[in-house]
């Protein structure tokens, strides 16, 4: 089945400072790449998304790229923020089109002031 | 809007217990899942759902029953709880299955199985 790799685990920066978080997939027949960020004690949330026909897409701070080729995807966060701490998740939908979603690891990111 | 709504938000069970998780979306949404998160591990996807009536097993369903006879429940049950299943559980919807759409995520259910 479908597996997706998440790095790194946690991630540290300064405010203003730009944080990447890195992602693999497995299966070439996935079509879809969503970001959730969750913040603590709630459920995750879309932050941005990206489907296998466009290479890169951005949303004001936040910017998500594919690779197809390599089985790769990535979230850009720029002029980090503290609000921006947070666990992110990315994850890919497998190609048996049944809506299910297979979730990354997850990466803990936390911005100094 | 309430959106994806779970209950309880804790629940503490003994070994062998049997308990039901709730979820209930009023979205009209017709696909529905359950996931289960631990530290280090992300979301695990439970059992899904792609319409009333079907459902189906995730990547880690053992220990677990779903059904969905409404489209907008979709109640986890635990029929003998175990200390492995002590867990963050997530319920979560979207729009149509296979749509590429935005999945909406409950605020979750702490369960600690001792």
């Known amino acids: 089945g479908e597996n997706v790799e998440q790095h790194p685990s946690t991630l540290s920066v300064q405010e203003g400072d730009s944080a990447v978080i890195k992602c693999t997939y497995s299966?070439?027949?996935?079509?879809?790449f969503p970001w959730y960020k969750q913040e603590l004690g709630k459920g995750p949330q879309l932050i941005i998304d990206?489907?296998?026909?466009?290479g890169e897409k951005k949303d004001q701070r936040i910017a998500v790229t594919l690779n197809k080729t390599a089985k790769h995807f990535s979230l850009h966060i720029t002029e980090t923020q503290p609000e921006d701490s947070a666990v992110y998740f990315c994850?890919?939908?497998?190609?048996?089109?049944?809506?299910?979603?297979?979730f990354g690891q997850g990466t803990t990111l936390q911005v100094k002031p | 809007n309430a959106g994806v709504t779970q209950t309880p938000k804790f629940q503490v069970l003994k070994t062998g217990q049997s308990m039901t998780l709730q979820c209930a979306q009023d979205?009209?949404?017709?696909?529905m899942s359950w996931y289960r998160q631990d530290p280090g591990m992300g979301l695990r996807l439970i059992h899904y759902?792609?319409?009333?009536?079907?459902?189906d097993q995730g990547e880690v369903p053992n220990g677990y029953n779903v059904s969905r006879s409404t489209t907008e429940d979709f109640p986890l049950r635990l029929l003998s709880a175990a200390p492995s299943q002590t867990s963050v559980y997530f319920c979560?919807?979207?729009?149509?299955?296979?749509?590429?759409?935005?999945?909406?995520f409950g605020q979750g259910t702490r369960l600690t199985v001792v």
């Open positions: 979560a919807s979207s729009w149509t299955p296979g749509s590429n759409t935005e999945a909406f």
């Open positions: 299966d070439s027949a996935s079509n879809y």
């Open positions: 990206i489907r296998s026909n466009v």
């Open positions: 994850a890919a939908m497998g190609s048996s089109n049944t809506g299910k979603l297979i």
């Open positions: 979205m009209n949404h017709e696909y």
């Open positions: 759902s792609v319409g009333a009536g079907i459902t």
